[in-house]
Nanobody, 124 residues
Framework: QEQLVESGGGLVQPGGSLRLSCAVS????????IGWFRQVPGKEREGVSV????????YYAGSVKGRFTISRDNAKNTVYLQMNSLQVEDTAVYYC?????????????????WGPGTQVTVSS
């Protein structure tokens, strides 16, 4: 059964760091691109970053570029989102998502599979 499960969220002070993990089962990272999204209540889900299955291409939202890094470990079937210099505005529920087509994740925001999300709260 296909499943994505996020972990690593929590409470952190502004300027701090967190690393989110997306553990993937039933799907191979050799074929599936993985994206990270975030959502605040009352707002649309926002694409944060995506990594390609084929050539390690990565894309980032302008608001996180230079602070967040996406990476993957195919042997562990896990994708990571390293988040540094966190700001209050980064507070959200973070979701990972999978699709064989990177652009269905990054452009049309309609990947085939979603995780349940993990809460990230940045507050002093």
């Amino acid at each position: 059964q296909e499943q994505l499960v996020e972990s690593g969220g929590g409470l952190v002070q502004p300027g701090g760091s967190l690393r989110l993990s997306c553990a993937v089962s039933g799907l191979s990272l050799d074929y599936y691109s993985i994206g990270w999204f975030r959502q605040v209540p009352g707002k649309e889900r926002e694409g944060v970053s995506v990594i390609s299955s084929k050539d390690d291409r990565t894309y980032y939202a302008g608001s996180v570029k230079g602070r967040f890094t996406i990476s993957r470990d195919n042997a562990k079937n896990t994708v990571y989102l390293q988040m540094n210099s966190l700001q209050v505005e980064d507070t959200a529920v973070y979701y990972c998502a999978a699709d064989v087509n990177l652009y269905r994740i990054w452009l049309s925001r309609s990947p085939d599979y979603w995780g349940p999300g993990t809460q990230v709260t940045v507050s002093s």
